[in-house]
């Protein structure tokens, strides 16, 4: 059985460093699973959009895609825009089979795992320092 490709899909910004931490979150998965293969995917204002990568990944020959929305919750761009792109994503990929997560901020690891991540950062900083501010 072959490892599905994922597929990270966040909003996108204008500003490319805003990207970085998506792309250590690519490589931190690649590293955990080095015979997978990940990519990343925008919404807007970034490239490539989710039915381009699709469409280039069918044409690679890829026959099944898994897209994590990285998102923290499921807002209006999960709501009403997402489903529009995972269609459009489809039309052009007819052969492959294309799956979506829920969004990744609404998985009971991911909320345990940034609430201890904060909880280390209120114990490792001096918080009327960071109020004063």
Known sequence: MSIPVVILFAHG???PAWAKPFQALRDALL???PEGRVEIAYLELM???LPDLVETLANEGVNEIVVVPVFLGRGGHLRRDFPILMEAAQARA???TLRA???VGEL???IAAMSGAILGVIEGWC???VAAK
């Open 127 to 129: 918080l009327p320092e």
């Open 94 to 96: 007819p052969g492959v």
């Open 13 to 15: 910004a204008r500003d």
């Open 101 to 103: 997560t829920p969004a």
């Open 108 to 110: 009971p690891a991911v």
């Open 31 to 33: 590293v955990a699973q």
């Open 47 to 49: 490239e490539p959009g």
